[in-house]
């Protein structure tokens, strides 16, 4: 079957997006019509097809982007960052932003069943790849579980590790919620990313295997960097 002038242009856009970078700018539309010698209505009908599959988006009066996700990265498992990112052959690191003790206020109190009064760890932590900015964690611990947690302990160690081995704090279980969102100007600047950027915003509950939240973490993630994968088991 003869392949239409269309289908045949949607194909060499997809390899010519799957060339760029994530949130790359394309060509324009008479740029495109140029390149591939088609009629700019023809450019269109193509890129509208390739944003209903979600590879490209188009935002009024600034053109067209890349819109791939790098789904190796599953955003589900990025409370094993450094595991993670060392199957996939990058070179994780970890920068610790800060590291206080304060009081717990009405929010946390309420998200990590603390009292008024009691004291939680901060931990703010820029989870790179080979240099790259890839997510930022706000990590917020009891510090009744964690009492002589130090700088020290997390500089070159995974968080969950320090747990087990200083503290015989073993997990149990994670819950985890996460949205879209818009990067933050604070965390826009932390990361080195474009303010207003697309992010994925990432909640995290951790229980230890007497069933304590021992961990309350808030992450923004790169969207152009993170996936999300679920199996559902279906039964018949």
């Known amino acids: 079957m003869k392949i239409s002038l269309q ?4 194909n060499q856009l997809t390899i010519y997006v799957q060339n760029l970078a994530p949130n790359a700018k394309l060509l324009s539309e008479r740029q495109l019509a140029d390149k591939y010698e088609v009629s700019r209505n023809t450019v269109r009908a193509a890129l509208f097809d390739l944003e209903t599959i979600g590879l490209v988006r188009r935002i009024h009066g600034k053109g067209t982007f890349v819109n791939r996700t790098n789904l190796d990265n599953d955003l589900s498992s990025c409370y094993k960052f450094g595991q993670q ?3 996939l052959g990058r070179v994780p690191t970890t920068q610790i932003i800060s590291f206080e003790k304060k009081e717990v206020n009405a929010y946390f109190a309420e998200n990590m069943n603390l009292t008024d009064g009691e004291i939680i760890i901060k931990v703010e932590r820029l989870r790179l790849a ?3 900015s890839m997510m930022f964690e706000r990590t917020y611990l009891p ?3 964690f ?3 130090s700088v020290n302990m997390l500089q070159d160690q995974s968080m969950y590790d320090v747990f087990r081995d200083e503290f015989h704090e073993n997990v149990d279980y994670a819950d985890e919620y996460f949205s879209s969102g818009v990067i933050s100007d604070i965390d826009s600047k932390v990361m080195g990313l474009p303010e ?3 992010c994925l915003l990432l909640k995290r509950k951790t229980y230890d295997m007497q069933k304590h939240l021992i961990e309350f973490t808030l992450s923004t993630a790169r969207s152009d960097e993170f996936g999300y994968h679920v199996r ?3 039964e018949e």
């Open 7 to 10: 289908e045949q242009l949607i």
């Open 85 to 87: 990112m060392r199957r």
């Open 147 to 149: 009492s002589t947690l």
């Open 196 to 198: 207003g950027a697309p």
């Open 130 to 132: 080979d240099g790259e």
């Open 232 to 234: 559902h088991d279906v």
């Open 143 to 145: 510090l009744k579980y």
